[in-house]
């Protein structure tokens, strides 16, 4: 089925023209009632050759209880282009004619009727807007609720869609809040010479100044979760970090099942940013497989474990260090291109929100015992260490005797280069395994990447949950604090200018106190209340702009992008 709807703001008679010629000598249907009716071409006299659609229902919404506050009729027809076309090619034929059906609605008949035109993009909405039927974050909302690909989205986006109005009333309750504390200071400048004022100026203007630290306080903890709703709606970058060979592209070809990226045992075979976008656990992914990174001109050195540290918990000596030997190979030497993808990869790292970093074992690397050692490489360590919510994989781990491992064999090795990174974020696994196990057993895990994934997850759940502020009472209700997660990018946008403006406005306060401990009341005779209160005002405004209450040109600014949407 194809949707066809029209509007029209002031009479139905426009709609009765339209109805008539479309459905000639068939009784007007009834409001909010689907009716069945057959379409013919209004310029030619109704016949089977004429027919539009055999089968279409027709709707009449009469306002102002409906979506836009305006008279709406639906044509629903088949979906089909060819009878798509046909409809929308004959509504503008629907000329008004001296002898019209009885109007759809109680209105008169108007003598003019505006031309018929298709609506541009966002209309509907931008009308439901103007006539407040929807408030701008309810439109937001909905917005996302139209992009929603993965669980997590549609979750916000309905979190969003339900919290809308309580978000609009936040944010009224916010700016209603900075009036007043603007109306306080103004009250200096206008009656300050005629009236007698309970406290004194000093004792006035610290009281706004505590409002305002509290408010900022507030919107600071709201967009900072706006930024984390963001990686909800937008997706969470995950960057895999690793030595040439160490299993990068194995490991993100098991993830998104399929050959995306080429594997080789042929080191720099990645030159550049390989990114996928994948649905895991319910969040939207982009997986990004890069260079191996590694140094140049550097040979491959093994050290023992005691050559590392003392103390770093691992047995057997099986720990390898790459990138601290002073020999140089033909294997070292990296060109340009590579050298180019190293850049890129470590740039790719620094920017994701979380970091995978990928060690695995190896058989060059092996010590006295025959057993492989792991790879811990300088240049992926030095990079990881300036990357946060880093996660670690040590892959080949099929290379390694069973009955030889024991539980967090690595985890010490791991964590004494690493020490930000907890045991529970180091996992074990073997892509090697994991594609060799056939489709039947993959539910037993094979190689531990499920295992992995599901480690991941829980890193996205921490990355994605709501801050509540340290001053909320353990009574409080923080449910804001979750809708708050639905905050759109643009209306974060509007919060930091907001701040901004409330941090200039608490800057220019308190340089003018007295020195003393509590600056805030003892506020100097010479702060300049005129550019204070501009400062209140300025973030009342930014604030009435979400809502889209604020000065005209602003708004109609701010309504061009969002409708379009």
């Known amino acids: 089925m194809a949707l066809t709807k029209l509007w029209h703001a002031t009479t139905g008679a426009l709609y009765s023209s339209i109805y008539s010629s479309l459905c000639p000598d068939r009784p007007v249907p009834k409001p909010r009632h689907a009716t069945l009716r057959t379409l013919y071409d209004p310029s030619e006299p109704p016949s089977p050759s004429s027919i539009l659609d055999a089968s279409a229902l027709i709707l009449y919404f009469p306002g102002p209880h409906t979506l836009t506050g305006e008279d709406i009729l639906e044509l629903h027809v088949h979906g089909g282009p060819a009878i798509v076309r046909a409809v929308l090619a004959?509504?503008?034929?629907?000329?008004?004619?001296?002898?019209?059906?009885?109007?759809?609605?109680?209105?008169?008949?108007?003598?003019?009727?505006?031309?018929?035109?298709?609506?541009?993009?966002?209309?509907?909405?931008?009308?439901?807007?103007?006539?407040?039927?929807?408030?701008?974050?309810?439109?937001?909302?909905?917005?996302?609720?139209?992009?929603?690909?993965?669980?997590?989205?549609?979750?916000?986006?309905?979190?969003?869609?339900?919290?809308?109005?309580?978000?609009?009333?936040?944010y009224e309750s916010w700016r209603l809040a900075l009036v007043q504390a603007r109306a306080e200071l103004e009250a200096l400048i206008d009656f300050a010479e005629d009236q007698q004022f309970e406290e004194t100026p000093a004792g006035l203007v610290g009281g706004v100044v505590r409002a305002v630290e509290a408010l900022r306080r507030r919107m600071r903890v709201h967009a900072r979760n706006a930024v984390r709703g963001e990686l909800l709606r937008g997706g969470i970058s995950l960057a895999l970090l690793g030595a040439p060979n160490a299993g990068k592209s194995s490991l993100l070809n098991c993830v998104v099942g399929r050959e995306a990226a080429i594997v080789?045992?042929?080191?720099?075979?990645?030159?550049?940013?390989?990114?996928?976008?994948?649905?895991?656990?319910?969040?939207?992914?982009?997986?990004?497989?890069?260079?191996?990174?590694?140094?140049?001109?550097?040979?491959?050195?093994?050290?023992?474990?005691?050559?590392?540290?003392?103390?770093?918990?691992?047995?057997?000596?099986?720990?390898?260090?790459?990138?601290?030997?002073?020999?140089?190979?033909?294997?070292?030497?990296?060109?340009?291109?590579?050298?180019?993808?190293?850049?890129?990869?470590?740039?790719?790292?620094?920017?994701?929100?979380?970091?995978?970093?990928?060690?695995?074992?190896?058989?060059?690397?092996?010590?006295?015992?025959?057993?492989?050692?792991?790879?811990?490489?300088?240049?992926?360590?030095?990079t990881a260490r300036h990357c946060s919510n880093v996660v670690v994989a040590i892959n080949k781990i099929d290379l390694h005797p069973a009955q030889a491992s024991s539980p967090a064999r690595w985890v010490p090795a791991v964590q004494h280069e690493l020490p930000e990174v907890q045991a529970s974020r180091i996992f074990e696994i073997s892509c090697r395994?994991?594609?060799?196990?056939?489709?039947?057993?993959?539910?037993?895990?094979?190689?531990g990447i499920q295992t992995l994934l599901n480690g991941l997850i829980e890193q996205f759940k921490d990355l994605t949950a709501a801050l509540v502020p340290d001053d909320e009472g353990p009574d409080a209700d923080v449910s804001i604090w979750q809708e708050s997660l639905g905050v759109t990018e643009r209306q974060r946008g509007l919060l930091e200018e907001c701040m901004m403006h409330l941090d200039?406005?608490?800057?220019?306060?308190?340089?003018?106190?007295?020195?003393?401990?509590?600056?805030?009341?003892?506020?100097?005779?010479?702060?300049?209340?005129?550019?204070?209160?501009?400062?209140?005002?300025?973030?009342?405004?930014?604030?009435?702009?979400?809502?889209g209450k604020g000065e005209l040109g602003d708004v109609e600014e701010v309504l061009g992008v969002v409708f379009e949407k």
């Open 433 to 447: 395994a994991a594609s060799m196990t056939p489709p039947d057993l993959a539910s037993q895990d094979p190689g």
């Open 264 to 382: 080789s045992r042929e080191a720099g075979t990645t030159r550049d940013v390989v990114e996928v976008g994948i649905d895991l656990g319910g969040w939207y992914v982009r997986l990004g497989d890069m260079a191996g990174l590694r140094r140049d001109g550097r040979a491959t050195a093994t050290v023992a474990e005691t050559e590392i540290e003392h103390g770093a918990g691992v047995q057997d000596g099986m720990v390898a260090k790459i990138g601290d030997g002073c020999g140089v190979s033909s294997n070292d030497v990296i060109g340009e291109i590579e050298r180019e993808g190293i850049r890129r990869a470590k740039e790719q790292a620094l920017k994701a929100d979380v970091v995978l970093v990928v060690l695995s074992l190896e058989d060059p690397g092996a010590d006295v015992s025959g057993h492989p050692s792991l790879q811990l490489d300088t240049e992926v360590i030095d």
């Open 90 to 170: 004959a509504i503008p034929r629907c000329l008004p004619t001296p002898s019209q059906s009885p109007p759809l609605t109680p209105h008169p008949p108007s003598t003019r009727h505006p031309p018929i035109r298709y609506a541009s993009p966002g209309e509907f909405t931008r009308r439901a807007f103007l006539n407040d039927r929807l408030s701008l974050p309810q439109i937001e909302a909905l917005s996302d609720s139209l992009s929603a690909t993965t669980e997590q989205q549609r979750r916000l986006s309905v979190r969003g869609a339900a919290s809308s109005n309580r978000l609009a009333q936040t």
């Open 504 to 547: 200039r406005f608490l800057e220019n306060t308190l340089m003018n106190a007295k020195g003393s401990e509590d600056s805030v009341g003892h506020i100097g005779d010479d702060l300049d209340v005129v550019a204070a209160a501009e400062d209140l005002r300025a973030a009342a405004e930014c604030l009435a702009k979400i809502t």
